[in-house]
């Protein structure tokens, strides 16, 4: 997403700064509620999410960054998972294909102790690979208008317009 302000740098930072509640520690007392957009800056980069009473680790995040432009400021970000759900799904996808992969390499003994078969075995691992997409699929339903309310919350603070 690409945003264009009339306005400076310094003035997008001073205006994101006082109209987020940062990060839940600071000023929390006076966010709106859920929908309150949360943020996170360092330096002219900063991380927005939506406030709320229950917990979505797979909910967008927007990560975005001011540049200096001829008129302004430009606003250049996307919307991804927060780093610690993406890295939960690396290695939950990770170790599901050295679960798969193990017994094509590893050979079983003739009469196997626990009697599971290898149908059920990649069923299973089917099941959880479902899972896993299930867990992406249903966060990103329930965080479904948190990115139009980012959008929405960043053209109106800092009077920006799409590029």
Known sequence: MKLHSNISIAECRTRLGSATDLGGM???WDAEGP??????FRGQAFRLHTRKYYQNAFAPFFYGRLSTADKGADLEGRFRMHPFARLFLVFW?????????APLIVPAAKHAASGLNRNWYYAGLGILALLGVAFVLIGKWLGGGEQQVIHGFLKSTLDANDE
């Open 26 to 28: 600071a000023l929390s």
């Open 35 to 40: 929908g309150a957009v949360v943020g996170e």
């Open 93 to 101: 996808f990770a170790l599901l294909m050295v679960f798969a992969v």
